[in-house]
């Protein structure tokens, strides 16, 4: 069965940046769209990013526009969201979510991002 792994959280200081990394493992995922997902203590999950495998069009909340960015590496089955100037409210569970072409989702188990000096 295909699961999505995602890797890349840990600690850093404000302003600092990181990349989480979203991988497919078990085979590959064929699919529609991949999406970032993140879920505070006390809050709701909500997405954050989004890509289209078609034509990599892109969607990001605006709380992270221009801060973040997100891209796919077909080749390695892999969706990237690069986060810079991060944030102490970027502090989260990130998780990935794809959509696939049999009209299923998939999750991921998240990856803790904690955004403190």
């Known amino acids: 069965q295909v699961q999505l792994v995602e890797s890349g959280g840990g600690l850093v200081q404000p302003g600092n940046s990181l990349t989480l990394s979203c991988a497919a493992s078990g085979g590959t995922l064929d699919y529609y769209s991949i999406g970032w997902f993140r879920q505070a203590p006390g809050k709701e999950r909500e997405e954050v990013s989004c890509?289209?495998?078609?034509?990599?069009?892109?969607y990001y909340a605006d709380s992270v526009k221009g801060r973040f960015t997100i891209s796919g590496d077909n080749a390695k089955n892999t969706v990237y969201l690069q986060m810079n100037d991060l944030k102490p409210e970027d502090t989260a569970v990130y998780y990935c979510?794809?959509?696939?072409?049999?009209?299923?989702?998939?999750w991921g188990q998240g990856t803790q991002v904690t955004v403190s000096s």
């Open positions: 890509i289209s495998h078609s034509d990599n069009s892109t």
């Open positions: 979510k794809g959509f696939g072409l049999d009209y299923r989702d998939y």
